[in-house]
């Protein structure tokens, strides 16, 4: 009798987490649970406090999910990986007048290069997630990231930087079904965490207060500086830069007698540009650190794709082409809103993935 394929599942305590491992087991792998240990605190007032995929919560309910389908159950602790990768950067990009995509930097660093670098050394053929996407290899050879078959659950931009090597050792079972029939599938089972709602906050800032988590990690205060116009005309004094992104409107708190927009950030003058709602709109950005997936490359060609620039967006129609090494540009055929820096630009032909960068 041949040996059973190895896959570490990360269980998020989550319910698709939860039904992954169920469906990878009936499909006839040898399961291992694994939740992620990557809070920072010490105190377990502090982890139980915070939710998502960090918390002590999520820890206990992975392990009773784990129990109740007999696999065996692990934490594993990612605490430096995720500082490095996740928080630094999220405090990085957020002082020089970007807004990142933390979520972004986990999957690629933290859930699959460190997972799966640590799972392969204990025998594991496959990690596994509970992501809404499906993983496919192509007939040019390449891997690639699927839209999965429900449209309102996608997570495919959040998984645009995966490598080719990550992707072969990668499985998403999740993909193929809609969010009701995992809600189903886990209730069947009688699941501990078949209703627990889903997590929407940044993991380490439950309170969305993305300023004052900067102020308390790194000890240092906001520096207030000036709103300005396009010409350069102070409008008003701002906060400290890190309470902004392109497109806010809310927040702002100038008297302008109607409504007014952040068009940009200038962290070397410390000046948060304001503007009409016209001024938030542009056919055009550039993105460098591009991972090329479905396709390898563009190879000095322009290509047709649709493009997302934000997570929520819809993805609109545009031509991408290579202005440089590492760089490429996108002229989108509709104006698009707040198009912001340090979030990424990701590129689809049909439900594929071709690949992303991050907007500069």
């Given amino acids: 009798m041949g040996r059973k394929e190895k896959v570490v599942v990360g269980m998020s305590g989550g319910v698709d987490s939860s039904v992954a491992a169920w469906l990878l087991m009936r499909q006839g792998y040898d399961v291992v649970g694994v939740t992620m240990q990557i809070w920072q605190e010490e105190d377990r007032d502090t982890q139980a406090a915070n939710g998502g995929c960090c918390g002590l919560s999520a820890v206990e309910d992975a392990r009773r999910v784990a129990w109740k389908l007999g696999i065996p159950y692990y934490v594993m602790n990612f605490r430096d990986e995720f500082r ?67 449209a309102a659950k996608d997570q495919t931009y959040a998984l645009y930087n995966l490598t080719q090597e990550q992707l072969r050792h990668t499985l998403m079972p999740v993909g193929h079904y809609h969010k009701e029939e995992i809600r189903a599938m886990a209730e069947q089972l009688d699941l501990p965490v078949a209703r627990k709602p889903d997590s929407q906050e940044i993991c380490f800032v439950p309170d969305q207060d993305y300023a004052g988590f900067i102020a308390r990690d790194t000890g240092r205060s906001p520096v207030p500086g000036n709103f300005v116009d396009a010409q350069g005309r102070v409008l008003g004094r701002h906060q400290g830069i890190t309470h902004y992104t392109v497109g806010q409107r809310k927040g702002l708190g100038l008297a302008m007698g109607h409504p007014v927009f952040v068009t940009e950030i200038r962290p070397g003058t410390n000046e948060v540009v304001i503007g009409e709602a016209e001024d938030v709109y542009s056919d055009r950005l ?75």
């Fill in 84 to 150: 490095r990768h996740v928080i630094d950067y999220f405090i990085d990009e957020y002082t020089h007048g970007r807004t990142p995509n933390p979520c972004i930097a986990c999957n690629r660093y933290v859930k699959w290069e460190a997972l799966l670098r640590r799972s392969l050394d204990i025998g594991a053929d496959y990690i596994a997630t509970g992501h809404y996407a499906r993983v496919e290899c192509l007939p040019n050879g390449r891997c690639a990231v699927r839209s999965s078959v429900t």
């Fill in 286 to 360: 550039v993105c460098s650190r591009v991972n090329w997936m479905a396709a390898d490359g563009l190879r000095g060609k322009s290509r047709r794709a649709a493009a997302k620039i934000r997570y929520a967006h819809k993805g609109a129609p545009c031509e991408i082409r290579e202005i440089g090494p590492d760089l490429v540009e996108v002229r989108f055929d509709e104006p698009q809103r707040a198009i912001t820096p340090g979030q990424a630009a990701v590129f689809y032909d049909g439900e594929y993935v071709l690949g992303g960068g991050v907007i500069i």
